[in-house]
């Protein structure tokens, strides 16, 4: 069974400070995805980032980056010098390779993210 | 290009009605997948359906249903409501290229409160 876990349940930091949120998973796939979202209170899922397995080069995209360790089963998410309109809940996600009709996502619990400006 | 829309946004209904909420794909996504959202579980997967077949379906009770039609768009469906089903469904669209599927994108979901 997959499992998606960010311990980080909330976290606020004060605007432009540097802050990383945590994931790690579990899935028994040897090829499969990982996703950011972001939730903004309207409740819109917001796509961020898809990784797949195979590729484990770090992603840097403006002020976000990410961070993918096999090794470690994590997929960590920093956000530089953030800002305000950074707050929002932010959910990791794994599914597996989306080729035999299981394209499932499966969500961790979320961190409530507050940029205190 | 538009992204997934949801209708109705917001829906409150007493316990034991029945309601459907509909979900429309990005424009050339053929995959259309349903969540719900509460507070104390999370984002739990309900089904996916793909040219109008359900392929895959989490642990939910039958009252939950759903369709796809030919144009894609999707209804879900859920009978006999129950206090517990108060949450945010959130539809998701995406495509499948050479076999594999790509991103999905979600809509701004429907907030159903069950009284």
């Known amino acids: 069974a997959q499992k998606v876990t960010q311990a980080q349940t909330e976290i606020s930091v004060v605007e432009k400070e540097d802050v990383t949120l945590d994931c790690v998973y579990e899935t028994r796939d040897t090829t499969y995805y990982l996703f950011w979202y972001k939730q903004p209170p309207s409740g819109e899922l917001v796509f961020l980032i898809r990784r797949n397995s195979f590729d484990e080069q770090n992603e840097i995209s403006g002020r976000y980056s990410w961070n993918f360790q096999k090794s470690t089963s994590s997929f960590n998410f920093t956000i530089t010098a953030s800002q305000v309109v950074d707050s929002a809940v932010y959910f990791c996600?794994?599914?597996?390779f989306g080729t035999g009709g299981n394209e499932k996502l499966t969500f961790g619990t979320g961190t409530r993210l507050t940029i205190i400006p | 290009k538009a992204g997934v829309t949801q209708t109705p946004r917001y829906l409150i209904k007493t316990r034991g009605q029945q309601v459907t909420l509909s979900c429309s794909p990005i424009?050339?996504?053929?995959?259309v997948s349903w969540y719900q959202q509460t507070p104390g579980q999370g984002l739990q997967f309900l089904f996916e359906y793909f040219s109008e077949t359900q392929r895959n379906k989490g642990n939910f009770p039958g009252r939950f249903s759903g369709r796809q039609f030919s144009n894609s768009r999707s209804e879900m469906n859920v009978s006999t409501l129950e206090l517990g089903d108060s949450a945010l469904y959130l539809c998701a669209s995406s495509r499948w290229t050479s076999g594999v599927q790509e991103t999905q994108y979600f809509g701004p979901g429907t907030r159903l409160l069950v009284l």
């Open positions: 996600a794994l599914s597996d």
């Open positions: 424009s050339g996504h053929r995959s």
